[in-house]
């Protein structure tokens, strides 16, 4: 009987070399299975324990871990395939043989591979858990959806009963790890403004969780059924998970790999059996010529249109000499005129271009912007004013990605250029949206305090935008007086050197954070509100600073708080007024990113509403400790 393959995954891995990553996960979870550590300097090791047989082998640049074990009469093998490059990747399948019934699902090691590096399936990056989407990152995750790339479906979980929704999410991220992704929309308004986006058909409300297949355009998609959705009712059924599980893992697996991966996978297997030499993989993972997109290839000559330099004016033409009489010698060959210059069209791809489009759409943008914001004193609520200027976030977005060109295929480093200037331009984006943030929040308290349209005020001044998270420290010491930031410069700087792009990103939320909990604080102390920072956050109302609620979490998990080895990372300095013994541990964050590789956080403590009416910033940096990332 042929075996049953129940889960395949095919990752693509930017690190080098993967095999010390995949070799230390693969190894850990065999262990928890009863052999013994490998020896990871044998370029082959082989173990029999209790039925199970682990065989681990390398050659060169490829390997191979493959766990066998009993089951029912059966075998269950577990098999993962792994070629370096550029980036490289690793296959990932387990089979079954015999009649035994099992549900697919994720190996045990696959969660903690995914947080070695930023794995992605050759088009989106793979996580190793749910994440949390907050309304301020639909348009992002709009990109991941439609990311024509993306080969492993998107399930979405709308918000239902809190904890019951979230479990679900947690199991489904657990099971389909690899071939799927997991996200969870934080709150009701999200939902709303993500169901507005897609379009009836394609929404996902109430509880409900829908799996979006790839490829995937609302705006295209004439088959709403490719997407299932489950309903609240079908949710609580025994074996629900599991069905929808079996169905993204199915499609995972159904998925055509890579061109580069579908013809390399040959080789590595010759090379690992020992049919052909290590020399053979040198080329395995170069890609065919890339078909050409007429769409894109008729952009780009519409872009190079616009470098059309203008002919020099022709210099006046001379008579022609008089024809020579029969007989006649050769004349001499008299200098004549240059030949009439032409248009030239520059061909070749000029770096201003891009920028060039990019300012005229701005510019055509602006006073949609401009108009949008001075309509705010008559609009019925400041709260659609904010809505209005967001949708045309979203439009400038897109228009970004039309606009600026891809790098040609298969050109590594002209794609490494192009990836930084995305988050360049990413960072740049964060900025000029929190700007404009501002100048609503501003209406919006001006609207509050005046109870009426108000015309003709100055708008506030340009808000503090934080280059580093390091800078944000500085300026929130000297500016917010109803914080105490502590000693956490060390590892604030660490993560601006680690990634100096996206740390200004971290920043600028990082910043919006300090803020929100200061005037939170304020409000708090003084006793114009009584409930917690996340009510501060959730409500929203009246011009406050807040950050979306899903950026949150107040508590930790029994497992970090019940530990030592994970609460003392998570213990910091507070006066004694605060705690007798000058510290205490400080469960609550702000997760300044949910999930990937790094995650910073933000750990506070609230005494607002204590003795010193203050809020204490104990840490900022990479994610801390837990049971997950040990």
Same mark, same amino acid.
């Given at each position: +009987?042929?075996?049953?393959?129940?889960?395949?995954?095919?990752?693509?891995?930017?690190?080098?070399?993967?095999?010390?990553?995949?070799?230390?996960?693969?190894?850990?979870?065999?262990?928890?299975?009863?052999?013994?550590?490998?020896?990871?300097?044998?370029?082959?090791?082989?173990?029999?324990? @209790?039925?199970?047989?682990?065989?681990?082998? &390398?050659?060169?640049?490829?390997?191979?871990?493959?766990?066998?074990?009993?089951?029912?009469?059966?075998?269950? &093998?577990?098999? $993962?395939?792994?070629?370096?490059? @550029?980036?490289?990747?690793?296959?990932?399948?387990?089979?079954?043989?015999?009649?035994?019934?099992?549900?697919?699902?994720?190996?045990?090691?696959?969660?903690?591979?995914?947080?070695?590096? /930023?794995?992605?399936?050759?088009?989106? %990056?793979?996580?190793?858990?749910?994440?949390?989407? $907050?309304?301020?990152?639909?348009?992002?995750?709009?990109?991941?959806?439609?990311?024509?790339? &993306?080969?492993?479906?998107?399930v979405v979980v709308s918000p239902g009963h809190r904890d019951e929704n979230t479990a679900r999410a947690d199991r489904l991220a657990e099971a389909?790890?690899? @071939?799927?992704?997991?996200?969870?929309?934080?709150?009701?308004?999200?939902?709303?403004?993500?169901?507005?986006?897609?379009?009836?058909?394609?929404?996902?409300?109430?509880?409900?969780?829908?799996?979006?297949?790839?490829?995937?355009?609302?705006?295209?998609?004439?088959?709403?059924?490719?997407?299932?959705?489950?309903?609240?009712?079908?949710?609580?059924?025994?074996?629900?998970?599991?069905?929808?599980?079996?169905?993204?893992?199915?499609?995972?697996?159904?998925?055509?790999?890579?061109?580069?991966? /579908?013809?390399?996978?040959?080789?590595?297997?010759?090379?690992?059996?020992?049919?052909?030499?290590?020399?053979?993989?040198?080329?395995? +993972?170069?890609?065919?010529?890339?078909?050409?997109?007429?769409?894109?290839?008729?952009?780009?000559?519409?872009?190079?249109?616009?470098?059309?330099?203008?002919?020099?004016?022709?210099?006046?033409?001379?008579?022609?000499?008089?024809?020579?009489?029969?007989?006649?010698?050769?004349?001499?060959?008299?200098?004549?005129?240059?030949?009439?210059?032409?248009?030239?069209?520059?061909?070749?791809?000029?770096?201003?271009?891009? %920028?060039?489009? $990019?300012?005229?759409?701005?510019?055509?943008?602006?006073?949609?912007?401009?108009? $949008?914001?001075?309509?705010?004193?008559?609009?019925?609520?400041?709260?659609?004013?904010?809505?209005?200027?967001?949708?045309?976030?979203?439009?400038?977005?897109?228009?970004?990605?039309?606009?600026?060109?891809?790098?040609?295929?298969?050109?590594?480093?002209?794609?490494?250029?192009?990836?930084?200037?995305?988050?360049?331009?990413?960072?740049?984006?964060?900025?000029?949206?929190?700007?404009?943030?501002?100048?609503? /929040?501003?209406?919006?308290?001006?609207?509050?305090?005046?109870?009426?349209?108000?015309?003709?005020?100055?708008?506030?001044?340009?808000?503090?935008?934080?280059?580093?998270?390091?800078?944000?420290?500085?300026?929130?010491?000297?500016?917010?007086?109803?914080?105490?930031?502590?000693?956490?410069?060390?590892?604030?700087?660490?993560?601006?050197?680690?990634?100096?792009?996206?740390?200004?990103?971290?920043?600028?939320?990082?910043?919006?954070?300090?803020?929100?909990?200061?005037?939170?604080? &304020?409000?708090?102390?003084?006793?114009?509100?009584?409930?917690?920072?996340?009510?501060?956050?959730?409500?929203?109302?009246?011009?406050?600073?807040?950050?979306?609620?899903?950026?949150?979490?107040?508590?930790?998990?029994?497992?970090?708080?019940?530990?030592?080895?994970?609460?003392?990372?998570?213990?910091?300095?507070?006066?004694?007024?605060?705690?007798?013994?000058?510290?205490?541990?400080?469960?609550?964050?702000?997760?300044?990113?949910?999930?990937?590789?790094?995650?910073?956080?933000?750990?506070?403590?609230?005494?607002?509403?204590?003795?010193?009416?203050?809020?204490?910033?104990?840490?900022?940096?990479?994610?801390?400790?837990?049971?997950?990332?040990?």
């Amino acid at each position: +009987m042929a075996p049953t393959q129940l889960y395949q995954a095919v990752l693509r891995d930017p690190g080098r070399p993967i095999w010390v990553r995949l070799h230390r996960v693969f190894s850990t979870w065999a262990q928890t299975k009863g052999f013994p550590p490998p020896d990871a300097g044998r370029p082959r090791v082989e173990h029999e324990h @209790a039925g199970a047989r682990l065989v681990m082998e &390398r050659r060169a640049e490829c390997g191979r871990y493959v766990l066998e074990e009993p089951l029912d009469g059966g075998r269950l &093998r577990t098999r $993962a395939v792994f070629l370096d490059g @550029a980036p490289g990747w690793v296959q990932i399948t387990v089979e079954q043989e015999g009649n035994a019934r099992r549900n697919a699902r994720a190996p045990g090691f696959v969660p903690a591979y995914l947080r070695t590096a /930023r794995i992605t399936d050759g088009g989106i %990056h793979l996580v190793d858990r749910a994440e949390v989407l $907050a309304e301020d990152e639909v348009h992002r995750f709009l990109r991941v959806l439609t990311e024509p790339r &993306r080969q492993v479906p998107v399930v979405v979980v709308s918000p239902g009963h809190r904890d019951e929704n979230t479990a679900r999410a947690d199991r489904l991220a657990e099971a389909t790890a690899g @071939a799927g992704v997991v996200v969870r929309l934080a709150d009701r308004r999200t939902e709303n403004l993500f169901n507005r986006l897609m379009g009836d058909e394609l929404s996902v409300y109430g509880g409900a969780i829908r799996t979006y297949a790839a490829p995937f355009d609302p705006a295209t998609e004439r088959s709403p059924y490719r997407h299932p959705p489950m309903r609240p009712a079908k949710l609580r059924e025994e074996g629900a998970l599991e069905t929808i599980a079996d169905g993204v893992i199915g499609r995972a697996s159904a998925a055509e790999p890579h061109p580069e991966v /579908r013809q390399s996978l040959p080789v590595v297997l010759r090379v690992l059996a020992g049919r052909a030499e290590v020399v053979a993989l040198e080329g395995a +993972m170069t890609p065919p010529p890339a078909p050409v997109d007429p769409a894109r290839e008729e952009l780009r000559r519409k872009m190079m249109a616009l470098t059309v330099r203008p002919a020099p004016p022709s210099p006046p033409r001379s008579p022609a000499p008089p024809a020579a009489p029969p007989g006649a010698a050769e004349p001499e060959p008299v200098p004549g005129p240059a030949p009439e210059p032409v248009a030239v069209v520059d061909e070749s791809p000029d770096p201003d271009v891009a %920028h060039q489009v $990019a300012e005229m759409v701005v510019k055509a943008m602006r006073q949609e912007l401009d108009t $949008a914001l001075g309509l705010a004193a008559g609009a019925d609520t400041s709260r659609d004013v904010l809505r209005e200027v967001r949708t045309l976030g979203l439009h400038l977005a897109g228009l970004r990605e039309l606009i600026v060109p891809a790098a040609p295929a298969g050109s590594e480093d002209d794609l490494r250029v192009a990836h930084e200037l995305l988050r360049e331009e990413y960072a740049e984006t964060v900025t000029a949206a929190r700007v404009l943030e501002e100048r609503v /929040r501003w209406l919006e308290r001006t609207l509050a305090e005046s109870g009426h349209p108000v015309y003709g005020i100055a708008t506030p001044g340009e808000p503090f935008t934080p280059a580093s998270l390091a800078e944000t420290l500085v300026e929130a010491r000297s500016r917010l007086a109803h914080l105490v930031v502590g000693q956490t410069d060390n590892a604030a700087v660490r993560l601006d050197h680690a990634d100096p792009m996206l740390s200004r990103t971290w920043a600028a939320k990082a910043w919006d954070a300090l803020l929100a909990l200061d005037d939170f604080a &304020r409000a708090r102390s003084s006793g114009e509100f009584a409930g917690g920072f996340y009510d501060w956050c959730a409500d929203g109302s009246g011009g406050r600073r807040v950050i979306p609620p899903g950026m949150l979490a107040m508590r930790e998990s029994a497992s970090v708080t019940n530990s030592a080895k994970f609460s003392q990372p998570r213990t910091f300095p507070v006066p004694a007024e605060v705690h007798p013994s000058g510290k205490i541990v400080m469960e609550a964050h702000v997760k300044l990113r949910a999930v990937g590789y790094p995650a910073p956080r933000m750990y506070f403590h609230d005494d607002s509403g204590g003795v010193t009416g203050k809020i204490y910033v104990g840490y900022l940096g990479d994610h801390l400790p837990n049971t997950r990332t040990n």
